[in-house]
């Protein structure tokens, strides 16, 4: 098997290859139980047949419901405290202790009636809540004695404070001398209260843990055949809930193995029509991208890093709304340009859409928000332009949202704010993209606008030494640069990407600029003394000097093709012709009078080599007049097409007429005729000087 095939089979190998990962992939990461097949809306009409229900079901509560009910049982649920019965019995042998100097007095009743007020309030129970609890919330607590629970109204037992309060309330009660009161308090009847009902916050915590997973999460049931919701009814949270609690059961009810295969052939049919459409795109409009390993790898790459991002959301519970996923496309739209990065929009979008609660609303929300990016950042020239973009796509988003939440709730809440705020971290975290595409640049050899922008000023170290050292050259290349981006500008393509490889087509000639005819002067022509073939060896090396510079200088490989590609495989015919005129009977070597190449491909390059020849040769026009300029254009890029010098060339028949129109038009107005200025009349005033002429 010939060598050029072997490869061929294993680049479509290659990209099969990876085309089946990626959707492997995708289809992984897609959920697997929701055979659910209707999607709905808050406020929007049931756009299907009548539903019935296809069995008996269960209505689910809400998220919010259950939510509710957990806090009420956490609010309400009693403390659990364990009696200590030692308490009240070491309490009142020490209040009997201390109180005896009175009891010899002979205040003995009063005495005992005070112990059995005391013994009283232990047997209610004297409790201290713990800090986490509000008294206020409590209605009950449950006593445990004996291993014996019951629930107790929190009226019926005493705090600290109020057991004391009710103490110091029935001494003062006692038909008693005051002298002896006094003498009582003395003793400080607090000292003989202390919680006998201690908190078991273990207990507590357990039974609480207990009822909360107890919790019902079902409140009522659909029975087979009952209506569910009828065609065109709207949407309302009661039907929501029906919904939901249908779809429920369809994820329990889907674990069957045909199922389950029936799911995932329909998920890789999805995968696959998305890719399908990804790469159709790229193979029959971008041919010299998809067979590109490097783009090829960094293009699906884009694609399946950003499903991962949407993704996201899905298995790590994050508002999709707060997830960058225009970051990839961004970053195309900057490097490969709008066409790919519009498709990439469109196909990941179908598939992260599979993610969002709301499919219908966030993929308009995507599909907006990405459009705006793109063309926002169509040629991205300086970095002020990412950040204006940011704004325009969160003002995209943001009214979608808007819209969307009028239709569905009727009104603007605090979940809608929430939402905004949601979209502008999305914004933010996509801001991250800008230093992010200097990272590509180097790691997949393309070339951003922002970049081609600092190349393209004069300052450039390459650039400074071509004006320095053959100032001829540099003129030419920059009327090379303002003929090809004109028609550039006209055929479509990158205007700022010709310009600044037309800047630097020529900056091989730096090396030897005196060989060359528009750095010359005094009538010195050092081919004067070089034979034919070794003059064309001088001429033809100024294509890989140039080469060599540009990467000494660390030009991307987009300008350095714009070097090596400019003169193609064309022959220098001035000695090629020399040497024929003066030795025909001589068989020429035509290797030696021909460019290497290779010829050009891309528009860009191919309206160079034009631009090149045509703006060479207008300077040899005796007679610049439009009649003449035409013929030249015409005859030049004419003779470079019946040459096959563009026959691998994105262009048309049409790009090359306006590409010679183009050509025409400019030389025209750059080789206008002068006017003549008049002589001064010292007979008259300068002032009285009539005329207007012009550059």
Known sequence: ?????????????????????????????????????????????????????????????????????REKITREHPPIFNRNEQVKEQQVALFVSASKPLDERGHTAALQAVRTELER???????????????????????????????????????????????????????????????????????????????????????????????????????????????????????????????????????????????????????????????????????????????????????????????????????????????????????TGSRPALYLLLGSSLLISYFAPNSYVYLFMQIAGGIVAIFSLAQMQRRGQMFLSLFFIFLMYAAVYTAMTLIRDGDIGLTFLLGIVWLLVNCLLLSLAYPVIYLFEKLFGFTSDITLMELSNPNHPALRALTQKAPGTFQHSLMVANLAEEAIYRIGGSPLLTRTGALYHDIGKSVEPILFIENQTGGINPHDQFDFDESARHIIGHVTKGVELAKKHNLPEAVINFIRTHHGKSKVKYFYNSFQNKYPDREVDESLFTYIGPDPVSKEASVLMMADAVEAASRTLKEKTEENISKLVSDIIDGQVSEGRYQNAELTFRDVATVKQVFTEMLVNIYHSRIVYPKLNHTEKPEETSGNPTE
């Open 121 to 335: 309030l232990y047997d209610r129970g004297i409790l201290q809540f713990p800090e986490e609890y509000a008294a206020e919330n409590i209605g009950t607590v449950k006593i445990v004695r004996n291993n014996f629970g019951e629930d107790v109204g929190i009226r019926q037992v005493y705090t600290l404070k109020e057991a004391y309060q009710t103490l110091i309330g029935f001494v003062g009660r006692l038909n008693q001398p005051e002298e002896w009161k006094e003498q009582l308090s003395d003793l400080d009847l607090n000292n003989f209260l202390h919680p006998n009902l201690e908190f078991d916050d273990t207990k507590t915590k357990l039974q609480l843990a207990n009822q909360l997973r107890n919790i019902s999460l079902t409140q009522g049931l659909v029975h087979n055949g009952e209506l569910v919701i009828a065609q065109r009814e709207l949407v309302t949270p009661e039907k929501i809930k029906l919904l939901n609690s249908l779809r429920k059961e369809f994820q329990h009810n889907a674990g069957s193995a045909l199922d389950s295969l029936r799911l995932t052939g329909g998920q890789i049919i999805l995968t696959l029509a998305s890719l399908l459409v990804f790469s159709l795109f790229f193979y029959f409009s971008k041919k010299r991208i998809f067979y590109n390993n490097k783009n090829f790898i960094f293009l699906y790459g884009s694609f399946l890093g950003t499903v991962l991002l949407g993704s996201a959301g899905y298995y790590y519970n994050i508002d999709m709304l707060a997830l960058p996923v225009l970051f990839f496309v961004i970053i195309v739209n900057t490097l």
């Open 1 to 69: 098997m010939p060598a050029r095939n072997l490869k061929k089979r294993l680049n479509l190998a290659f990209r099969v290859a990876t085309l089946l990962v990626i959707c492997c992939l995708i289809v992984y990461l897609f959920p697997k139980t929701d055979s659910f097949q209707y999607e709905f809306e808050k406020g929007m009409p049931w756009r299907y047949e009548t539903l019935y229900a296809p069995f008996d079901f269960p209505i689910y509560k809400t998220d919010s419901e259950l939510a509710e009910e």
